[in-house]
Nanobody
Framework: QVQFVESGGGLVQPGGSLRLSCDVS????????MGWYRQAPGKQRESVAA???????LYLDSVKGRFTISRDNAKSTVHLQMNSLKPEDTAVYYC?????????WGQGTQVTVSS
């Protein structure tokens, strides 16, 4: 069964950076569209970024120019480089397939942006 394991979150000051990683196992990864999602307290989960098997990317408007999604097919890993972080980026971040139907959601990784 497919499994997504996220890591790299933490507490960072506004303007800081974090790099999230997602290890994918239990499936063939290289041909799949992948995505990063986030869920803030009291809000619905939203799509942050997506990347196709060919490397084309798509971003939520509010993170364009600040976040970069990338993938390493040899390692079955997806990354999210987050720069110029803002308090409104605070959320639990998850990775999964880039579109529905989604696989089982992992634990996610907490990102807190606060001074």
């Amino acid at each position: 069964q497919v499994q997504f394991v996220e890591s790299g979150g933490g507490l960072v000051q506004p303007g800081g950076s974090l790099r999230l990683s997602c290890d994918v196992s239990g499936t063939i990864f290289s041909g799949s569209r992948m995505g990063w999602y986030r869920q803030a307290p009291g809000k619905q989960r939203e799509s942050v970024a997506a990347i196709t098997s060919g490397g084309s990317t798509l971003y939520l408007d509010s993170v364009k120019g600040r976040f970069t999604i990338s993938r390493d097919n040899a390692k079955s890993t997806v990354h999210l480089q987050m720069n110029s972080l803002k308090p409104e980026d605070t959320a639990v971040y998850y990775c999964n397939w880039g579109s529905s139907p989604f696989g089982p959601w992992g634990q996610g990784t907490q990102v807190t942006v606060s001074s």
